[in-house]
């Protein structure tokens, strides 16, 4: 079993310099629906994965796919699910294994001819004339490109391009929006009231961990961002289980907040243990205190790689001493912590990792700000867009951001979850920076929108389909000679519809599915 890591140097250095039509940095479930797409169409494509595995969070533990309705995707996106559907002998699959689904993306791009150069950290960009003329990576590849993808989940490559992004979260009156910016809520919120304080009663003593000082204002913003955490795949299959074990280092007083809340009647429950196949279940947080690691992510995308490793190491210790404080610890309930005893983790998931997941679920990074940014009034419908290249219809969805304190209590702040109503179009302009700024750079998962829209389009069917989108607009702005910003919508919305993708949000709306 090899170590866990968010970032690994390179063990070789590679002195190679490439030169193709398309450049992807990043092979998660986006990144290789974009390459899939390009080779389809006849573009030369490489794609730069910073880590060692393809397919991303899709590949990585977030096996209930969270699609909001199902008939709002179509093309490669939708090919990847009727892919892994043959893995379990179906039409499609959206409740699949880790392996399953990693195996469908090696597959793909092993049939599909697609270059991928693994360990491959972004190291500098150099832009001329307004155009990303190369990047380098710490494993020594340079790549000269004609258009570049930046499908990270962190939005380094558009952040190294210098085009105009944001952090964290807009207040309300920034777009006229309801949901942006600091909400306390009622969901996996304190039920009963816990004393925040290191001594109990004594607020000069300290607060502890993971609590911060001072009350937010309602809908005004910050640069925090929702809660990380890793999507486990536990089995109660005991002849394909590990054992949870007591993690190295292992700290109880991290989870004092969360014994008080047992002691004050808290009762766990085993919400978010969604069902799976072959007695596994994808495992996500649930309730007040649980697998989000609330609070500790938001000097993640400002980092420095060894910054960014030191906080992932944080989230693995964070979620791997919850679990054995919840196997051994006197404080939790007999009725959940003895039925907790018959789960493991799944011995043939992430093997190179110990049955623990690769992938740190990064819901939130940078996000561009383009010439349209989607915003809460689109997710709605109150607001319409001409320039469809495609749907995205989930809850207007955030995790919490922060803890903190009010009248000698804890509570959670950042959580809503709200219907946006029917499926709805996202802008080809928020895909791509603002006129004048970079020319042929496209941002299909950190694109522009604010806090809470990106928090309904950020599913990862809609990252594929999005990303495929990009490539066909790519294509055009290669062949036309133009910047992105130049690409003429009619003619990318006859090559979107002829390569299956849903555009017009009044689809056959039967059978939606909930956002699980």
Known sequence: MSALH?????????????????CIYGGNSGGIAAAVAARRLGLSVVVLEPGRHLGGMTA??????????????????R??????????????HWRFEPHAAEQTYLDWVAEEGIEVHYGSFLAAVEVRDRDIVRLWTESGVEVQARCFIDCSYEGDLMAAAGVSFTIGRESNSAYGETLNGAQVRNKHQFELPVDPYVVEGDSASGLLPGIEPGE?????????????????CLSRNPENQRPFEKPEGYDRGRYELFARYLRAGYVPVFNKFD???NDKVDMNNHGAFSTDFIGGNHAFLTASYAGREEIFQRHVAHVKGLLWFWKQDPEVPREFQEPFQNWGWAKDEFVDCGGFP???YVREGRRLVGDVVMTEHHCTGAERIEDSVGLAAYTMDSHNCRRFVR?????????????SGPPYPISYRALIPRRGEC???????????????FGSIRMEPVFMLLAESCVHAALLAIRGGVDVQDVPYEKLRDELLNAGQVLDPNINAADPQSGE
């Open 439 to 453: 020319g042929n750079l496209f941002v299909p998962f950190g694109l522009s929108a604010s806090h809470i829209a």
């Open 6 to 22: 968010y970032h690994l140097p390179s063990e070789h250095t590679l002195n190679l310099t490439l030169k193709r039509d398309l």
């Open 216 to 232: 937010p204002v309602i809908g005004r913003g910050d640069r925090r961002v929702q809660a990380y955490n890793f999507r486990l």
């Open 275 to 277: 069902a799976l196949v």
């Open 60 to 77: 990585g533990g977030l096996s209930l796919t969270d699609i909001g309705n199902k008939h709002a995707i179509g093309g490669v996106s």
């Open 358 to 360: 690769h992938s740190l």
């Open 407 to 419: 009248d000698g209590k804890v509570l959670n702040e950042g959580d809503v979850q709200v219907h």
């Open 79 to 92: 090919e990847f699910y009727r892919r892994v559907g043959r893995h379990y002998g179906v039409p499609e």
